[in-house]
C-alpha cells in the first residue's frame, strides 16, 4: 500500500518488527539522529520517529517510522503496529538463533495478515559481533529470497549499512503511477 505523497515526493509508513534486543530501536535512532547510545533504555508503548531520504532520480521518501515495543510478547497487539504499513522492517540478532526464528515467524505473520504489497526487509543485525555470530549469512539470505525479501546485515554501533538499509527499501517502494 502506498502511503501517500505525489509520485516524487513519497511518504510511507514503515513499522519494525522483531525480538526484544536485537537493535531494532538503535537502527531507528542510528538512521534518524545518526547516535549510537549503548545505554538506551527499552521502548515503552510505540515511539514515531520519521528522516526523508532522497533518491538519485530526485524522489523523496519519508519514512514514518513505528518502532515498537510490546510486539515482542504480545503478539496480539501486532496487528495495531502493522496496519496501513506499506514497509516492514523484521530484524534479527547474528549472534541469536532464536531471534533468528521469531524473525521467520513475524514473515509468515505478515503475509498471512500484512498489506499484499508490503515491502518487507530481513535485517541481521549486530553484524559488529562477528565473533559471537550463530547465525550464518547464507542461512539470513536464503530464506529472504525464498519469501520475496530484500536481506542486508546491519550494525547500528558501527553504522555499517544502515543508510544502505533504508535506501534499498525506499528503492523498492512502488511508485504511484502518474
Ligand atoms: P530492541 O529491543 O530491538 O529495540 O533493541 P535495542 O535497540 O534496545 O538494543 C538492545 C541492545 O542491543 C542494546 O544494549 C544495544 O546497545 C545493543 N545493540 C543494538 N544494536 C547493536 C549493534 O549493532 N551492535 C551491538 N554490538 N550491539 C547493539
Ligand atoms: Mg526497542
Given amino acids: 500500500e502506498n502511503g501517500g505523497g505525489d509520485a516524487k515526493n513519497l511518504r510511507v509508513k514503515l513499522v519494525l518488527l522483531g525480538d526484544s534486543g536485537v537493535g531494532k530501536s538503535c537502527i531507528v535512532l542510528r538512521f534518524v539522529r545518526g547516535q549510537f547510545d549503548p545505554t538506551s533504555k527499552v521502548t515503552v508503548g510505540a515511539s514515531f520517529l520519521s528522516q526523508t531520504i532522497a533518491l538519485q532520480d530526485s524522489t523523496t521518501v519519508k519514512f514514518e517510522i513505528w518502532d515498537t515495543a510490546g510486539q515482542e510478547r504480545y503478539a496480539a497487539l501486532a496487528p495495531l503496529y502493522y496496519r496501513g504499513a506499506a514497509v516492514a ?90
Fill in 89 to 178: 522492517v523484521i530484524a534479527y540478532d547474528i549472534t541469536s538463533p532464536e531471534s533468528f526464528s521469531k524473525a521467520q515467524y513475524w514473515v509468515k505473520e505478515l503475509q498471512k495478515h500484512g498489506s499484499p504489497d508490503i515491502v518487507m526487509a530481513l535485517v541481521g543485525n549486530k553484524a559488529d559481533l562477528q565473533e559471537k555470530r550463530e547465525v550464518a549469512v547464507e542461512d539470513g539470505m536464503d530464506y529472504a529470497e525464498k519469501n520475496g525479501m530484500f536481506f542486508i546485515e546491519t550494525s547500528a554501533k558501527t553504522a555499517d549499512n544502515i543508510n544502505e538499509l533504508f535506501e534499498e527499501i525506499a528503492k523498492r517502494l512502488p511508485r504511484p503511477s502518474v
